[in-house]
């Protein structure tokens, strides 16, 4: 193989690589999540990656962060 066709392979393989790998992560990370909220009060509804079911939690405002509610029952 001459040193120009290894520059050309590169030249093509190497930018293809790059769109193949970004095209793969960004598919792995397609979870967004939606807040409905009140003033200290909210829902965040997503759709964890694989499920196709949307799942909501209950989330309250403290020190003006959102934190996710634990429900406890007796």
């Known amino acids: 193989m001459t040193k120009r066709t290894r ?8 930018p293809l690589s790059l ?10 990370g397609t979870q967004q999540a939606v ?4 003033n200290d009060f909210g ?4 759709t964890p990656t694989g499920t196709g079911e949307p799942q909501a939690t209950l989330v309250i405002r403290v ?12």
């Open 7 to 14: 520059v050309v392979m590169i030249g093509v393989l190497w």
């Open 19 to 28: 769109v193949v790998v970004g095209t793969w992560a960004q598919a792995q």
């Open 35 to 38: 807040l409905y909220t009140g």
């Open 43 to 46: 829902v965040r509804v997503y």
């Open 63 to 74: 020190n003006g962060r959102w934190q996710e509610v634990e429900l406890k029952t007796k």
